[in-house]
């Protein structure tokens, strides 16, 4: 017996967003790591060289999770869509015309 399109074979299963035991664990661990204060003096002096790694970002955010990033924007990007798309369409006819002749 097949599963049926759209269903799970295994409905009951884990949900989403649940936090697996490794993931717990990493996570656990790279905050012992970065709240080590000889490990905050090394970094401290790495930042100030310029040396710093950027696996030393991604234990971050393995720690505390990705910040989230906001843009702002205010009115229209100088884009009219609707109306590059109708020009768009009307140029496609225009050719097609313009081939069948």
């Given at each position: 017996?097949g ?14 967003g ?16 970065l ?6 003096a ?18 971050h ?25 109708s020009?768009?369409k ?10 069948s002749?």
């Amino acid at each position: 017996m097949g599963f049926q399109p759209g269903q799970s074979g295994n409905p009951k299963g884990r949900p989403k967003g649940l936090k697996t035991q490794r993931k717990i664990a990493i996570e656990q661990r790279a905050r012992e790591l970065l709240e080590a204060p000889d490990y905050q003096a090394q970094l401290a002096e790495r930042l100030r060289d310029g040396t710093a790694p950027h696996m030393e970002t991604l234990l971050h955010y393995y720690a505390y999770g990705k910040p989230v990033e906001r843009v702002e924007h205010s009115g229209t990007v100088g884009l009219d869509l609707p109306t590059r798309l109708s020009e768009a369409k009307e140029r496609a006819r225009a050719r097609r015309l313009e081939l069948s002749a």
